[in-house]
């Protein structure tokens, strides 16, 4: 079984269009009918829903943000009376108020299907074995990857998060084919096989589907190494749906976006002007079929950019690359845009499992000026000066490479970068504009 | 025959290497060879100590990031020429001298000199085929 549902997933991208703007007119009338936020904004901008006359004019619609959610809490932006609403799932809410979603029995069906498509992507089908090893609750991890493996026929082993050691011995005696869970989960329930002396031999294991943070492709190699699987990247947001909006097929290039349900758009986070197929910026979806919450435009904070060209794996749905960094910490240097994630990866191609690195901004005579602080680790220190030398001089090249700006290098000493709440500070702007 | 020699990596800011040979007293470990090495940024500290494994430990235990490395402790003679013999012996056999250092000596007629180089092997056995005095380890710690 190579897709779920070939018809969609494999859909000529006019036919796509075609439905993606129908659902788009609806789901447009449906917000201006019964969402009074989405009303008002609509009106301000004197707009109404007879204005879609095209996918294109999606771009005259509103964004919507996380504030907005916050600021319509608890159930300000449902789009059908409560007693349609099914399920509750909700943000945890770190930062003030959490961020409520609502599905009704529609919606929850939605989600399932997405959820399917991503599971077959990645090798399961009704005779898997799914450990989902993601939390269950208010979060939507351990209950949206559970209605996808249902949908597909195959066992689901509902065993949540945490619980290590038994996680493993059950892995082991129900023979588990797909695990689920966040990347880091992963290489903990890794070392945790290793201290219980169990070889990934005795594991029938095939795949995990992996999300919920950010990864790096070094993270990916440890993890299909230490448990001889094939790792996939799955993305989601619970204000679009959960995981499922985003999936990795078996070519491991670009997670395709359930679009027939979910229209992406990449904007300039700053102008918020719409940018073109490979370019990189704040990734924007439309919701285009939900019923309980459906979005306008909602900014995920998250950049990346989209591709079109048919995958290797014959699904049309558009790739969106890795998510490369948050536009919260965004910074611009000489007009360009650089992520502390762009150098992370510089430095873990290095060779350097988690490197710690500093970024100093400042403006000399007018100059923006990067300065990328490296700590030295034993792994890569010698005693040969040369050698050092050669190291910044690497690291120089391949970080101006990336980002196509240049930088001053300089290595420091271990701990000498500050550390708080036991991460490391990664920018530090000392601009005075 | 090899000397373990301990290297730390050291910012250029004041007070770093006061704060190294400080751990070092503190451990009661007594540094007979010391050189450093340095650039605009950084500099790479060498040393020989009596106490290598102590020395590399308790450094580690203070957040340095150091390093053990094998190196040659020959003795030359010391009148004018006596460097240059040794170093004409390693030059014919293409053998490449990373860095190299003197020792705060202490024998009378004698230059003490630490040499780090490329083919360490074959650099020992060429060595004593020219009958150079090659220093074991034990007795260069306890200089
Ligand atoms: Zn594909």
Redesign the interface.
């Known amino acids: 079984m190579r897709y779920w549902d070939e018809h969609i997933e494999c859909m000529e991208r006019s036919t796509l269009q075609e439905i993606q703007f129908k659902r788009l007119v609806e789901t447009v009338k449906r917000v201006y009918t019964s969402v009074p936020y989405y009303r008002k904004k609509m009106q301000e901008r004197g707009i109404i829903p007879e204005d879609i006359k095209s996918l294109d004019d999606l771009k005259k619609l509103p964004f919507t943000t996380k504030q907005d959610l916050r600021d319509n809490y608890p159930y300000g932006l449902f789009a059908v009376p409560l007693s349609e609403i099914v399920r509750i799932h909700a943000s945890s809410g770190t930062t003030g108020k959490p961020t409520v979603v609502g599905y009704t029995k529609h919606d929850i069906g939605i989600w399932s299907e997405v959820m399917a498509r991503t599971l077959v992507a990645a090798g399961a089908d009704k005779h898997s074995f799914v450990q989902i090893a993601y939390g269950y609750g208010l979060f939507t991890g351990g209950l949206g990857v559970h209605y996808g493996a249902e949908r597909i026929g195959a066992s689901v082993i509902p065993i949540s998060s945490g619980n290590t050691r038994r996680q493993i011995q059950l892995m082991v005696d129900f023979g588990t084919t797909v695990l689920a869970c966040t990347p880091s989960y992963a290489l903990y329930l890794a070392e945790t096989m290793e201290e219980m002396e169990i070889d990934k031999s005795q594991l029938k294991l095939k795949s995990g589907v992996f999300g919920a943070e950010p990864w790096s492709e070094n993270m990916r190699k440890e993890i299909e190494s230490k448990l001889n699987i094939k790792a996939y990247d799955i993305y989601g947001l619970s204000e679009i749906i959960g995981p499922g909006v985003s999936f990795e097929c078996e070519y491991q290039c670009g997670m395709h976006i359930n679009e027939d349900h979910f229209l992406p758009e990449i904007i300039n986070p700053e102008t918020g002007e719409v940018l073109g197929e490979g370019e990189y910026g704040e990734l924007v979806f439309t919701t285009i079929t939900k019923e309980g919450l459906p979005l306008i435009r909602y900014r995920t904070r998250d950049i990346t950019a989209l591709h079109y060209d048919r995958c290797k794996c014959g699904r049309t749905l558009v790739r969106m690359e890795k998510v490369i960094g948050r536009t919260d910490d965004m910074i611009i240097i000489r007009g360009v845009n650089v992520f502390p994630s762009q150098i992370e990866s510089v430095l873990l191609e290095m060779g350097e499992v988690e490197p710690h690195y500093q970024l100093i901004v400042d403006r000399i005579n007018n100059l923006d000026v990067l300065e990328v602080l490296v700590e030295?680790?034993?792994r890569m220190?010698?005693?040969?000066?040369k050698k050092?030398?050669q190291l910044?001089k690497k690291i120089t090249k391949a970080i101006e490479e990336t980002l196509g700006i240049s930088v001053k290098v300089?290595?420091?000493?271990?701990?000498?970068i500050e550390r708080s709440e036991g991460k490391a500070k990664r920018v530090i702007d000392k601009r005075k504009i | 025959m090899f000397v373990k020699?301990i290297?730390v990596?050291?910012?250029n800011k004041s007070g770093?290497l006061a704060e190294v040979t400080g751990i070092l007293g503190r451990h009661d470990i007594d540094i007979s060879a010391l050189s450093i090495?340095?650039?605009t940024?950084?500099g790479?500290l060498?040393l020989i100590v009596n106490k290598p494994d102590l020395a590399l430990q308790v450094l580690k235990e203070n957040?340095?990031?150091?390093?053990a490395?094998d190196v040659i402790a020959i003795a030359v003679e010391d009148k004018p020429g006596g460097l240059a013999k040794v170093l004409e012996i390693l030059y014919k056999k293409d053998i490449g001298i990373?860095?190299m250092y003197a020792f705060v000596g202490k024998l009378s007629d004698q230059a003490l000199v630490i040499l780090?180089v490329e083919k360490a092997d074959e650099a020992i056995e060429v060595l004593k085929e020219n009958n150079v005095k090659i220093l074991p380890a034990e007795e260069v710690y306890a200089l």
Not at chain 1, 410 to 416: D, I, N, W
């Open positions: 030295v680790s034993e220190f010698s005693d040969e000066v050092l030398e910044e300089r290595l420091v000493e271990p701990k000498t | 020699q290297s990596f050291l910012e770093r090495a340095d650039t940024d950084f790479i060498r957040g340095f990031t150091v390093s490395t990373e860095y780090k």
